[in-house]
């Protein structure tokens, strides 16, 4: 009777260890996903101020002689990005900005009257590629800016911007 009792409470400490074990390791994998999400969140966060900053060099004006350079953020703006804290980016993100011209569709008669007959519009693409807390997280979003009713020859405070997408990349791209 006295070795049943003993192997019945060794089986209970057994399964009592097991659980133990397995609950440590559900903890342990559950605060990896959370801190890649977090990473994840923060870089693409950095790619979005960096997407903001592009706006701001488009609006004023400053996209002549910059396009399809890679440009530092803050660098044409002034604008300022904490770095290397445990819940910042390890990296100032970068973007390149490139300049496109399609015709502009006249859809009424008082458009057709008052635009001129060349009138084009401007479409700008934006890809931006923004760092997390670890310089090997990394994030490229892509959007397109339109100023849209705005003449060639002042800037345009009023215009249209639309996510387009973002992923994670797994190596750079060699031009950048």
Known sequence: MRGMALLSCVQILFAASLLMMSSGLMLTE???????????????????????????????????????????????????????????????????IQQFEFPHKKNTMTEEASAPQSANRLLYRVTVLAYGAQSSTKVMLESDFSKVGCGQEYACENFSLRRLNWRLLDQLPADW
Request: overall charge positive.
């Open 30 to 96: 559950s605060a990896l996903l959370s801190s890649h999400t977090q990473e994840k969140n923060i870089a693409l966060q950095a790619a979005q101020s960096a997407l903001a900053d592009a706006r701001v060099v488009i609006s004023k004006g400053l996209v002549e002689g910059i396009t399809n350079k890679n440009i530092v953020y803050g660098s044409l703006t002034g604008n300022r990005l904490q770095l290397g804290g445990r819940l910042q980016p390890k990296q100032l993100p970068r973007y390149r």
